[in-house]
């Protein structure tokens, strides 16, 4: 497999694109670039843990579903779901439907919720490495798992957060811009 491949638009993008539009958009718009905030980020937890033995256009097609039945990923709300909320979400063919990535999202938004304004994007954030000016040439060029994303998992878990590890970290870093991964000739590299 090439590591880039042409679009309708004759762009050059990552070849992990293929020729789906909705992982065009991502790519063009969101993959790689900077996220911000608690609850963007809160949000992009969760996906990547529902996103966990998964393909990542699975949860990128759910996800609009995903925000309405959990409340925009706002922490505070999310917080205060129930044993009721976690029946209703299991019910909901919308999204997927695992319990304990479910559970594990709840109680990951009660630990937010008791965290200070703007902490959890600090927290994530500061596992970001600088830059390398390097790019990838190949997918065997980047790396699933790195230094940093062990870190931020390690450090997550130690303050209760499921769902977290090292290989989800890493994919979050990629799509949080905390790393840029496009290739090398990539319109966005």
């Not at 949860?59 to 044993?83: H, W």
């Not at 065997?140 to 977290?164: H, I, N």
Request: glycine residues 8%; charged residues 30%.
């Amino acid at each position: 497999m090439t590591s880039l491949i042409a679009g309708p638009d004759a762009l050059d993008r990552c070849a992990w694109v293929g020729d789906d539009a909705e992982y065009r958009r991502y790519h063009d718009e969101e993959w790689g670039t900077p996220l911000r905030g608690d609850r963007a980020l809160f949000e992009k937890m969760a996906l990547e843990g529902f996103q966990a033995g998964l393909s990542w256009i699975t949860i990128l097609r759910k996800r609009p579903r995903f925000r309405e039945v959990f409340a925009g990923f706002e922490p505070e709300v999310v917080a205060e779901f129930d044993e009721g909320d976690v029946e209703r979400l299991m019910a909901d063919a919308g999204i997927v439907r695992n319990r304990a990535k479910i559970e594990a999202t709840i109680g990951n938004a009660r630990l937010v919720r008791d965290m200070a304004d703007g902490e959890l994007d600090a927290l994530m954030w500061s596992f970001a490495p600088p830059p390398s000016g390097i790019r990838p040439r190949s997918m065997a060029d980047v790396a699933a798992v790195t230094a940093e994303s062990t870190a931020m998992s390690k450090e997550l878990r130690r303050r209760g957060f499921r769902f977290v590890g090292p290989t989800t970290m890493y994919a979050l870093m990629q799509s949080a811009g905390m790393v840029d991964d496009h290739m090398e000739g990539c319109w966005r590299a």
